[in-house]
């Protein structure tokens, strides 16, 4: 249960409300951030710094316990964590995948960077206030390019040895990647591509965003235009031995095995979508299981061992294209979408049915443009994010949803059933975001930042204030040792 419930700490201004406990609960910013929009009545952007983007600016001390920012001459498409490779007292290193996407005046790359995460209630007030939308963090280094073959726009590690990761590119293959055997190059024009360690092949046709990787064992599942899902199995071209051990930048050899052709045939090729399949997940306890998401607005699961065909096709999830699916990891009976509509839905997968009568569990409203990723917290089973081309990025409870509150809270609460935190630091649309198994409450968005400056993209590493997301009884007893202090900045009511 989080401290969510209680009334506000801040008001649109800023003043400090006190609760009928007495105590100020910084749970009720919920109201900055969900009145934020970047869209004016009628629809057009917002200006670069809009009055609301300066409130939720102004307000970031309070909202988050760790925010850094760094702004991309170019923009990334996908962002991955990857392993822990140093361990500290106050921050730990982290690798961090990314790409560029460029204009062809220089080469597409994958980046691999080194993220120092600032462990948690370590991060100054002051350092967390000084944010700068153009600064690049000092927090994000770069360790290492590859120089893609096309542009980069889904990355995806594999869960049994993060250093290995997979591609989607403009074509019909899947690349795979070591990246540490991977040697590092200039990004510059002209500059030879880099050889990837495997390609899957299998594709008809382009398959540019839909990939996933198993929990599992290593299988790759990936989606493209020709309306098919495909599947591979890799698990006898790499070795998983060293799983999560990085190697020093000068080791020699790959862990995935050499060979002549480097080119994998698929396991199966499932066959049910009538167009794009946008995106595609396993189910996070089996590898023969799996669902994907297309521009026919339909929802399928699959099952490798009975076959090539749809076990359940919901014709009718959403009332446009989807966009994206995630299934949850903690409960695999759930699995969340995200679509065109601008909304996030919740199925069942015991209810499902293939017309999708009775099978909806809830509909999540809050943007105001299409959806493009969302994901489940992984670590707490009922969360999940959502991120949008209104470049807001949603997180939301579904056990928050029909809770009841109390009378003078919901008058002033117009916020949307589940939705406890609203992150508004991008100005477009966020393309996608990650959360950190390692550390799972810190976030990694990207957003391409075309429309509002023209080109470039901003990256940035945020986790909100752990009071609230801890149990509420923590969080009331922690203010509870404040009482006194906070009871003085309390401005006090007029006669």
């Not at 009628?42 to 009055?51: H, L, V």
């Not at 995460?117 to 100054?124: F, G």
């Not at 398959?207 to 899902?229: H, I, N, R, W, Y």
């Not at 061992?305 to 009332?319: M, S, T």
């Amino acid at each position: 249960m989080f401290s969510g419930n209680h009334s506000f700490l801040f008001s649109m201004t800023g003043s400090l409300i006190t609760t009928s406990f007495g105590l100020p609960y910084l749970a009720d910013l919920i109201h900055l951030r969900i009145n934020m929009v970047f869209t004016r009545e009628d629809g057009e952007k917002s200006s670069k710094y809009g009055e609301e983007y300066l409130m939720w600016k102004s307000n970031i001390a309070t909202l988050y316990d760790w925010l850094t920012n760094h702004s991309c001459l170019w923009p990334s498409l996908s962002c991955r964590w990857g392993p822990i490779i140093e361990q500290g007292s106050l921050k730990n290193r982290q690798r961090l995948y990314l790409s560029e996407q460029t204009d062809k005046s220089v080469p597409n790359t994958l980046i691999i960077a080194n993220c120092d995460v600032v462990k948690l209630r370590v991060a100054a007030e002051n350092h967390i206030a000084n944010f700068n939308e153009e600064a690049r963090s000092p927090f994000v280094k770069k360790y290492k390019t590859i120089i893609h073959p096309g542009e980069v726009n889904r990355i995806r590690e594999l869960p049994q040895n993060k250093n290995i990761v997979a591609t989607h590119t403009d074509g019909p293959e899947v690349l795979i990647w070591d990246i540490e055997a991977q040697p590092n190059k200039h990004a510059v024009y002209g500059v030879a591509a880099s050889r990837p360690d495997l390609v899957l092949s299998g594709h008809q046709d382009n398959a540019e965003f839909a990939l996933a990787l198993s929990p599992m064992e290593p299988f790759v599942l990936s989606g493209g235009k020709d309306k098919t899902v495909v599947l591979w199995s890799i698990q006898d071209h790499i070795s998983t031995l060293a799983a999560g051990v990085p190697k020093s930048a000068g080791s020699a050899g790959s862990i995935i095995k050499s060979a002549d052709n480097p080119s994998i045939g698929p396991r199966g090729i499932f066959q049910g979508h009538d167009d794009t399949v946008e995106d595609v997940q396993f189910c996070p306890t089996s590898s023969q299981e799996f669902c994907s998401v297309g521009d026919d607005s339909c929802l399928i699961l699959w099952d490798a061992r009975v076959g090539n065909n749809p076990v359940i096709k919901v014709e009718k999830a959403h009332d446009a294209d989807l966009h994206c699916v995630d299934w949850n990891p903690h409960n695999d009976n759930l699995i969340i979408t995200g679509s065109a509509d601008n909304s996030v839905r919740l199925f069942d997968r015991r209810n499902l049915t293939s017309d999708g009568v009775g099978s909806l569990v809830h509909t999540f409203e809050h943007h105001t443009a299409a959806v493009l990723c969302v994901q489940w917290c992984p670590d707490r089973s009922s969360v999940f994010g959502s991120s949008a081309e209104d470049g807001l990025l949603n997180i939301w409870d579904y056990e928050k949803v029909g809770v009841t509150k109390d009378t003078e809270a919901k008058s002033e609460d117009d916020s949307p059933p589940g939705l406890f935190f609203q992150h508004a630091g991008h100005r477009d649309k966020i393309v996608d975001f990650h959360w950190n198994a390692s550390d799972p409450w810190t976030i990694v968005s990207v957003s391409n930042d075309l429309e509002t400056n023209g080109g470039g993209g901003t990256l940035q590493i945020w986790r909100m204030t752990d009071m609230l997301y801890r149990p509420e009884e923590e969080v009331l007893a922690e203010m509870e040792q404040f009482k006194d202090h906070v009871s003085k900045c309390v401005p006090k009511s007029r006669a």
